[in-house]
């Protein structure tokens, strides 16, 4: 009974806040209740059991999509140009509001109507832990029996860094980002980023190793790493560093590498693109995971920071 | 009704509402916040098909969280170069800003 009050209560509160996000009159408070939503939603996650879904919705989906959200919001304010004429007409608006609720209505009715018993890999994924040394099912799935996909996802992030990097004008290209700054040097922020990363790193570098075997690994332990960073360039304590910067992007580009190049290797060791050699799995996925957590940890602060706008020092 | 069913029906309602925001808002930056509701809500509906596969030795069938962890981070990445090519775009341009940030602009002005 308790447990269904709790439940119903999160619910509320996410869907609330969903609501607010959407319906709010102005960006900036749409974008600080997006944040809380994203937390919230992490609690959901735990609610499923799905606790490594969590730990990412909440260090990605909550704070570093909020940082880059509040940064965003915060660098177009100032101008303004009216674009009342380009909001929809009232009975516009009713009629959407009508057929996007006919959209949630078909999912609700997918919803209630899924199959029992529910189909599963579960089952599979359990049997088949053994060879790989895991012991977190989740970690099995990215790493080894749906390695193409995690590898495939990794290329995807450097590609979005040099999509975003492209975007720089002529005269900043191989200059700094800029992250979303404090207003005030010795403030809160300031403290808060003296404090916070000596932990938050043992807490990163602890989430990615047990992540083996307990929830967690590379993405969740690189997400905290990355945001630890953040928090330091936030506070102005160091400089976001120029993306000509050679150590940048080598850190950026060795966690697909290293996973292509293992994967490579898997012909020679294991007869197969991404195969590991038996009884030696653990071992390798560790290494793998390692660069993997370093490029996250170095691709996400990069992102966040956005096209660089400084023209590089000569 | 389970947790699980509970969380989908949300799933589904942040769907919608995500939807409505994407299309009603003529500002850029409330769309690809409106696409993030959207997005969570598709992976919780992800998250209840991992909880009812649920086996022995697993409270939840860890294929369906996978996808939703890889998913979590390729919208992060999708969201970074949105909001990039918007940047972009507003040095350009001159930018779309609704008559209600202007309000809370002169509002947070006056404080």
């Given at each position: 009974?308790?447990?269904?009050?709790?439940?119903?209560?999160?619910a509320?509160?996410?869907l609330?806040?969903?609501?607010?996000?959407?319906?709010?009159?102005?960006?900036?408070?749409a974008?600080?209740?997006?944040?809380?939503y994203?937390l919230?939603?992490?609690?959901?996650?735990?609610?499923?059991?799905?606790?490594?879904?969590?730990?990412?919705?909440?260090?990605?989906?909550?704070?570093?999509?909020g940082?880059?959200?509040?940064g965003?919001?915060?660098k177009?304010?100032?101008?303004?140009?009216?674009?009342?004429?380009?909001?929809?007409?009232?009975?516009?608006?009713?009629?959407?509001m009508a057929?996007?609720?006919?959209?949630?209505?078909?999912?609700?009715?997918?919803?209630?109507?899924?199959p029992?018993?529910?189909?599963?890999?579960?089952p599979?994924?359990?049997?088949n832990?053994?060879?790989?040394?895991?012991?977190n099912?989740?970690?099995?799935v990215?790493?080894?029996?749906?390695?193409?996909?995690?590898?495939?996802?990794?290329?995807?992030?450097?590609?979005?860094?040099?999509?975003?990097?492209?975007?720089?004008?002529?005269?900043?290209?191989?200059?700094?980002p800029?992250?979303?700054?404090?207003?005030?040097?010795?403030?809160?922020?300031?403290?808060?980023?003296?404090?916070?990363?000596?932990?938050?790193?043992?807490?990163?570098?602890?989430?990615?190793?047990?992540?083996?075997?307990e929830?967690g690994?590379?993405?969740?332990?690189?997400?905290?790493?990355a945001?630890?960073w953040?928090?330091?360039?936030?506070?102005?304590?160091?400089?976001?560093?120029a993306i000509?910067?050679?150590?940048?992007?080598?850190?950026?580009?060795?966690?697909?590498?290293?996973?292509l190049?293992?994967?490579i290797l898997?012909?020679?060791?294991?007869?197969?693109?991404l195969?590991?050699?038996?009884?030696?799995?653990?071992?390798?996925?560790i290494?793998?995971?390692?660069?993997?957590?370093?490029?996250?940890?170095?691709?996400l602060?990069?992102?966040?920071?956005?096209?660089?706008?400084?023209?590089?020092r000569? | 009704?389970?947790?699980?069913t509970?969380?989908?029906?949300?799933?589904a309602i942040?769907?919608?509402?995500?939807?409505y925001?994407?299309?009603?808002h003529?500002?850029?930056l409330r769309?690809?916040l409106?696409?993030?509701?959207?997005?969570?809500g598709?992976?919780?509906?992800?998250g209840?098909?991992?909880?009812?596969?649920?086996?022995?030795?697993a409270l939840?069938?860890?294929?369906?969280?996978?996808?939703?962890?890889t998913?979590?981070?390729?919208?992060?990445?999708a969201t970074?170069?949105?909001?990039?090519?918007?940047?972009?775009?507003?040095?350009?341009?001159?930018?779309?800003?609704?008559?209600a940030?202007?309000q809370?602009?002169?509002?947070?002005?006056?404080?």
């Amino acid at each position: 009974m308790i447990v269904q009050t709790l439940d119903i209560g999160l619910a509320a509160l996410v869907l609330t806040l969903a609501g607010y996000t959407v319906l709010a009159r102005a960006t900036f408070p749409a974008v600080v209740s997006y944040v809380a939503y994203g937390l919230l939603l992490s609690l959901i996650w735990v609610r499923l059991f799905s606790v490594d879904v969590a730990l990412t919705e909440a260090a990605i989906g909550g704070g570093l999509t909020g940082v880059l959200l509040i940064g965003a919001a915060g660098k177009r304010r100032g101008t303004a140009v009216a674009a009342t004429e380009l909001d929809p007409t009232q009975p516009l608006r009713w009629a959407i509001m009508a057929l996007c609720a006919l959209a949630a209505l078909a999912l609700a009715t997918v919803v209630v109507s899924l199959p029992d018993p529910a189909p599963t890999l579960a089952p599979q994924a359990m049997e088949n832990i053994a060879t790989t040394g895991l012991g977190n099912p989740v970690t099995a799935v990215l790493i080894a029996y749906r390695a193409f996909d995690t590898m495939l996802e990794k290329c995807v992030l450097v590609i979005a860094v040099v999509g975003v990097w492209s975007l720089a004008c002529d005269r900043c290209w191989g200059g700094a980002p800029d992250v979303p700054r404090a207003v005030a040097r010795g403030g809160t922020l300031t403290f808060f980023a003296q404090v916070l990363p000596p932990l938050g790193i043992l807490i990163g570098i602890r989430i990615f190793w047990i992540g083996a075997d307990e929830p967690g690994g590379a993405f969740q332990g690189g997400a905290i790493l990355a945001a630890m960073w953040v928090i330091i360039m936030m506070a102005g304590l160091t400089d976001v560093p120029a993306i000509s910067k050679r150590w940048l992007r080598i850190a950026l580009a060795a966690g697909p590498i290293v996973f292509l190049g293992v994967g490579i290797l898997g012909f020679a060791a294991a007869g197969g693109f991404l195969a590991y050699p038996h009884g030696f799995a653990k071992p390798v996925i560790i290494f793998v995971e390692i660069f993997m957590t370093l490029s996250i940890a170095a691709t996400l602060p990069m992102l966040v920071g956005g096209a660089p706008i400084r023209a590089p020092r000569p | 009704m389970s947790t699980a069913t509970l969380a989908g029906l949300t799933g589904a309602i942040l769907a919608g509402v995500g939807l409505y925001g994407l299309i009603i808002h003529p500002d850029p930056l409330r769309r690809i916040l409106a696409f993030n509701v959207l997005g969570s809500g598709v992976f919780l509906l992800f998250g209840i098909i991992a909880r009812r596969g649920a086996a022995i030795g697993a409270l939840a069938d860890p294929v369906p969280q996978a996808m939703v962890i890889t998913g979590i981070v390729v919208a992060f990445a999708a969201t970074a170069l949105a909001v990039a090519l918007l940047i972009r775009l507003g040095a350009q341009t001159d930018p779309v800003v609704t008559q209600a940030d202007k309000q809370d602009l002169a509002r947070r002005a006056d404080d």
